[in-house]
């Protein structure tokens, strides 16, 4: 009975392990690579619109500010 148990989890332990090393070899391999690739890009892309949407939005409050613009012009926009 002993010998069935540490059997099984001899097996259990196996599977765990080849499937662990499964994951990691396709995160190092090429589609791994390009996913990492992917995220980063996406990552800067969404940062540089999130900074120009800041800067428009002080520019807009430093042109009311200063005279340029009214608020209703730069509401309409």
Do not use: Y
Not at 23 to 41: C, T
Not at 51 to 73: C, F, K, N, W, Y
């Amino acid at each position: 009975m002993k010998r069935l148990i540490w059997m099984g989890a001899g097996i259990a332990i196996g599977v765990l392990a080849m499937r662990k090393l499964n994951s990691a070899k396709q995160a190092i391999g090429p589609e791994g690579l390009n996913r990492a690739v992917a995220g980063v890009a996406d990552s800067i892309a969404d940062f540089a619109n999130a900074l120009r949407e800041g800067m428009t939005e002080r520019e807009a409050d430093l042109r009311v500010a200063l005279g340029i613009d009214s608020a209703d012009d730069v509401r309409t926009r």
